[in-house]
C-alpha cells in the first residue's frame, strides 16, 4: 500500500482543510471502492428503477441475483487477494517490475478458466426455469467480477489516484444509467446494465496497468511457484473473504429465515436490508484507516526496521519501536472514535434516514445491531492490516479461521433463538475476533524485538 500511502502524505503536507478533506475522501473512495461502491451503486438501481415504476419482481430479482454474484465472487478472489499483492510487493523490492503485468495475466487467466467452470455448474443447478439469456448473463457478470477483484489490488501500487477515483464514477454511472434505460427488458436488461458498467472499470483499469507496469511476455505463472509465495496468504484471503458472508449465506438457505426469488436463489430480506444499509456506515471509519494505517504507521515501521537493518543504537530501535507500538494503537483508538461517532449519529437519525429511502422502520432494531457489528469488523480489519505489516501470516489466519468459525456457529445458535436473536450472532463473531485480534497483536509488539533479531541472525 506504499503508493497510496505516498499520494497521501503529499495531500496532507499542504495543510489546509479542503485537503484535509481531499485525502479523507480520497482514502475513502480507493478503501471502499472494491465492494462498498458496489453495493451503493446497485442500491442506487434498485432505488431508481422503484421510483420509475418497473417491475418490482423483477427488481427484486435484479437485487438478489448481484447479492449473489458479489459474494461468490468475492470469496474466489479472496484465493488471489493477499498472496497476489505480496507476491507483487517482493517483486517490487527485486526491481522486477517486468513481470507483474504477465503475471497479472496468468492471474487473470486462472481466474476466469475457475469462475466459468464453477458458473456453468451454477447456472445448470441452481438456476432451474430461468431463461438461458439470464444464465448467460449472470455466467458473464460473475466471471468480470472475478477478475474486476484482482485488479483492483494494483490501486495501491499506482500514482494516478484522481483517474481510478473518476473511473470508479463513470463505471458505476454507466452501471446505473444502462440499467435503468434497459429495465423495460426484465432482469435481463438489469444484467446487462450492470455488466456493461463492471466491464468499463475492468478494462479502464487494466490498460491502466498496462501503462505503468509494461511487461516483456504476455502470460507468465510465477505467482504458482512455491518458493515465490506464502501458502497461508491463500487462505487467509479465502476464510476472511467466506467469513464476511458466512452469517449472509446462512440466512439465505433457513427456510423460515427466507424465501424463494429465482430459480434456486433465496434471500432474507429480513437480514438483507438492514445490513447492506450498515456496511454503507464503514466508509469514514475506512479513510481513517487508510490514511492513518498509509502515513503515520507506514513512516514509524520504516523507521523502526531501517534502524535495525541499519544496526543503529539500541536506545533509537528501542524508541522507534515504542513509537511504532504508540502510532499503531493510536491508529485503532482514532478508527474506534471516528467509526464511534458515526455509529452514533447512525443511531440518532437511523428512523429517519429509513422512512427517506421508503424502508420500514421496522428495520431499525436490526440495522442498529449491524452498525455495532460492521465497526467491530472495521477495528478487526485495522488489526489484521498491522499483523500484515509485522509479517504475522500465522496469527492473520487465526484470526480469519476465528472469525469464519464464531459466525457460523452463534449464527445459527441465533436463528435457533428466534427473530429477537437476529443479526447478534455476526456482531458477537466480529466483537469476539476482534478482541482476540487486539490480545493477539499486543503480544506480537511484546515479541517484536526479540522475533526481529533473532530472524537478523538466521
Known amino acids: 500500500m506504499a503508493g497510496i500511502g505516498f499520494e497521501l502524505r503529499r495531500i496532507l503536507r499542504r495543510e489546509s482543510f479542503v485537503n484535509l478533506l481531499g485525502a479523507y475522501g480520497l482514502a475513502g473512495i480507493i478503501s471502499s471502492g472494491p465492494w462498498v461502491l458496489s453495493v451503493l451503486g446497485v442500491m442506487i438501481i434498485g432505488v431508481l428503477s422503484f421510483a420509475l415504476e418497473a417491475n418490482q419482481g423483477f427488481v427484486v430479482q435484479f437485487l438478489v441475483s448481484v447479492t449473489y454474484l458479489m459474494a461468490f465472487s468475492l470469496i474466489l478472489s479472496g484465493v488471489f487477494q493477499h498472496v497476489f499483492t505480496r507476491w507483487v510487493a517482493d517483486r517490487l523490492y527485486e526491481s522486477k517490475r517486468n513481470l507483474i503485468l504477465p503475471n497479472l495475466m496468468g492471474v487473470i487467466w486462472v481466474s476466469t478458466a475457475a469462475s466459468f467452470m464453477l458458473g456453468v455448474v451454477a447456472a445448470i443447478w441452481f438456476m432451474p426455469g430461468t431463461s438461458y439469456l439470464y444464465r448467460l448473463l449472470m455466467l458473464a457478470n460473475f466471471v468480470v467480477l472475478c477478475n474486476l477483484w484482482p485488479v483492483t489490488i494494483f490501486l495501491s501500487s499506482m500514482k494516478s489516484y484522481r483517474r481510478i477515483v473518476v473511473v470508479f464514477a463513470l463505471g458505476y ?20 446494465g450492470l455488466l456493461l458498467g463492471h466491464s468499463l472499470l475492468f478494462f479502464s483499469f487494466f490498460y491502466t496497468i ?27 484471503g479465502l476464510l476472511f473473504n467466506a467469513a464476511v458472508w458466512a452469517d449472509k449465506l446462512i440466512f439465505w438457505f433457513v427456510p423460515e429465515a427466507s424465501e424463494p426469488i429465482i ?11 438492514p445490513i447492506f444499509l450498515a456496511y454503507l456506515s464503514i466508509i469514514p471509519g475506512m479513510a481513517v484507516f487508510l490514511v492513518r494505517m498509509e502515513t503515520d504507521f507506514s513512516e514509524a515501521y520504516d523507521r523502526f526496521y531501517n534502524a535495525v537493518r541499519e544496526g543503529d543504537t539500541l536506545e533509537r530501535i528501542n524508541r522507534f519501536r515504542d513509537d511504532m507500538v504508540l502510532v499503531a494503537r493510536n491508529g485503532i483508538y482514532e478508527i474506534i472514535k471516528v467509526q464511534g461517532m458515526t455509529v452514533i449519529i447512525l443511531f440518532l437519525w437511523g428512523e429517519e434516514i429509513l422512512s427517506a429511502l421508503g424502508i420500514s422502520t421496522l428495520y431499525l432494531p436490526l440495522f442498529h445491531i449491524f452498525l455495532i457489528a460492521v465497526a467491530m469488523q472495521l477495528i478487526l480489519l485495522a488489526i489484521q492490516n498491522v499483523l500484515f ?49 487486539l ?16 530472524l537478523q541472525g538466521r
Open 389 to 437: 505489516y509485522l509479517d504475522a501470516r500465522g496469527i492473520n489466519l487465526i484470526l480469519c479461521a476465528l472469525f469464519l468459525g464464531t459466525n457460523i456457529v452463534f449464527t445459527l445458535i441465533t436463528i435457533e433463538l428466534g427473530a429477537a436473536f437476529y443479526g447478534y450472532g455476526y456482531a458477537a463473531a466480529t466483537l469476539v475476533s476482534a478482541l482476540v485480534g
Open 263 to 273: 430459480g434456486l436463489l433465496r434471500a432474507s430480506i429480513i437480514y438483507d436490508i
Open 210 to 236: 498496462i501503462r505503468q507496469y509494461p511487461g516483456t511476455t504476455l502470460i507468465r505463472f510465477d505467482f504458482t511457484r512455491r518458493a515465490q509465495i506464502f501458502p497461508t496468504l491463500i487462505f487467509t
Open 439 to 454: 490480545a493477539l497483536l499486543s503480544r506480537k509488539f511484546d515479541e517484536l524485538e526479540y522475533e526481529t533479531f533473532m
Open 173 to 192: 454511472l454507466v452501471a446505473i444509467v444502462a440499467s435503468v434505460q434497459l429495465r423495460d427488458f426484465g432482469i435481463e436488461g438489469f444484467l446487462l
